[in-house]
């Protein structure tokens, strides 16, 4: 591996002015994924900054309003087995389980997994060709191995697939990701944390170089105690998902009250459908229901040679998991 | 580049080593303090080869930097038993053929031990999920989920026979 600086930043502040010092800096917390694109050459920081020493980021706040301020550094098993996550919102639970293993879940961090890369063959392979590690060089999963790639949000320029299971949960549930930087805090919404490729797929968060995510905030929401994450893989587990379903539904009678709907591995962001949920409000709640709102998701979705499966795959695991939440519901 | 003293306590004894930032955990336990028990296996972090327990939880050591476990409290399978008083979890693997080439065997029982420490009593799909970590190209599971289980129920039994 390459040689790099290793600095422990002991404060929020001087991680942000460390970051401010060095344009090739990386922070580190867990590395579970940093640390592999370290060993690939696909990240070749000069400077690692670790953030492991920031002694408040790593609190899980259970608030008196139904939300839960979770902290940068919460590692993915603290926030699986906390348990008031597991009663308000299960599916982001049920998501971080479905997710790598033990081991990978005790060291890999909240604030990490938004900032994961995607799992494209192409991205760490330095023979092919890549528009996020190298921009302008092509993409070669357009017409190569493109089974995991997406099909909601691509571009001419990249079909990769998000690869984050708790991601799916969190834009379900309209998260919101604090952020500290020079000029101070910001709160970002979920939605827009995450960037479409465009004509720049390298470009794929909202987040300055020198800003440090600090926590994330899941607003309360209390029908989202009745939310599951269905994960569907090649085998059951330790693998990436074809295609997951994040979901929370409230029923009125026979009537769907509220829905939350969202699905991971096929967009190249954590994707929703305003379309989709506001075709289930007010409606029956009924498998034709379930089944046409899972249509109108995946209206204008571009598959390529090797991933259409995914789009009736994700739409019968709609419906299947909008089944089970009617059911737990009654 | 700036080589840095990393002092961390190992097995029970404490450890002051010299190492370069980009020096992973894996290569100091094994090349500088001789704990050659953990293995590195992929090196990606997918085969759990590498597994040891730093501050009570299972962690891969191929995929953390030593310098990171600066202070850290460290159990490798050497920490567990040795040839002449063999843990119960080995003593178990030995006994239901847990093990067949035993290249993964260190990080399986190191993982193992941790997941008896997590949860005394699992049942077979406990263990299937809490070792999902760990590959065994021999493919071995069954007897090593046996061998988990088996030394499960025998240290639950002396723990009773204690009270």
């Not at chain 1, 929020?12 to 580190?28: F, G, K, M, Q, Y």
């Not at chain 1, 919102?89 to 994961?116: E, H, K, V, W, Y």
Request: aromatic share 4%; proline share 4%.
């Amino acid at each position: 591996m390459h040689e790099f600086t290793l600095i422990r930043a002991e404060t929020d502040e001087a991680a942000v002015s460390a970051l401010t010092a060095h344009p090739d800096a990386r922070l580190i917390a867990g590395g579970t994924n940093l640390v592999d694109l370290m060993k690939e050459g696909v990240e070749t920081p000069t400077h690692l900054i670790d953030i492991n020493g920031l002694g408040d980021l790593d609190r899980i706040e259970a608030r008196a309003d139904g939300s839960i301020m979770i902290g940068a550094l919460s590692s993915n098993s603290s926030v699986a087995w906390n348990a008031d996550i597991q009663s308000r919102f299960p599916m982001i639970s049920d998501a971080i389980l479905a997710g790598a293993t033990t081991q990978l879940r005790n060291m890999a961090t909240m604030g990490g997994n938004l900032l994961q890369k995607n799992r494209c063959f192409y991205y760490p392979d330095h023979n092919a060709r890549c528009n996020k590690r190298e921009p302008g060089s092509g993409c070669d999963a357009m017409d190569g191995v493109n089974r995991m790639c997406a099909v909601l949000g691509t571009s001419d320029q990249c079909i990769a697939a998000h690869p984050s299971d708790v991601c799916v949960a969190l834009r379900a549930l309209d998260a919101i990701v604090h952020v500290k930087g020079v000029e101070g805090h910001r709160a970002i919404e979920f939605a827009d944390f995450h960037k479409l490729p465009g004509g720049t797929p390298h470009v794929e968060f909202d987040l300055a170089h020198n800003e440090l995510i600090t926590g994330i905030e899941v607003p309360g929401l209390p029908f989202a105690a009745n939310s599951t994450y269905l994960k569907l893989r090649d085998r059951t587990s330790y693998a990436f998902a074809l295609v997951s379903i994040a979901a929370a539904l409230k029923l009125d009678g026979d009537t769907v009250d509220d829905v939350r709907l969202a699905v991971g591995s096929v967009g190249t962001v954590p994707w929703r459908s305003a379309g989709a949920e506001d075709a289930m409000r007010g409606a029956p709640a009924t498998a034709a229901t379930f089944s046409k709102a899972a249509e109108i998701f995946f209206e204008g979705a571009k598959p390529r040679a090797g991933n259409g499966f995914k789009i009736e795959l994700a739409k019968r695991a709609i419906v299947r998991v909008m089944e089970t939440l009617k059911e737990q519901a009654a | 580049m700036t080589k840095q003293i990393i002092k961390m306590t190992v097995n029970g004894e404490v450890q002051e080593v010299i190492a370069e930032p980009r020096e992973l955990l894996i290569y100091v336990l094994r090349e500088k303090l001789g704990m050659t028990g953990p293995h590195v296996g992929c090196e990606t972090s997918h085969c759990g080869a590498c597994t040891v327990d730093i501050d009570g939880k299972s962690v891969k050591s191929c995929t953390m930097f030593a310098a990171q476990a600066q202070g850290a409290e460290i159990t490798t399978i050497e920490g567990l038993g040795s040839p002449d008083a063999l843990h119960v979890l080995q003593e178990s693997f030995k006994e239901h053929h847990g093990l067949q080439c035993g290249y993964c065997t260190p990080g399986m029982i190191t993982r193992a031990h941790r997941l008896l420490e997590e949860n005394p009593d699992p049942t077979e799909e406990d263990v299937r999920i809490g070792m999902a970590g760990n590959i065994c190209r021999c493919t071995g599971y069954q007897n090593i989920v046996k061998s988990i289980l088996s030394a499960a129920a025998e240290m639950n039994a002396s723990k009773e026979a204690a009270q």
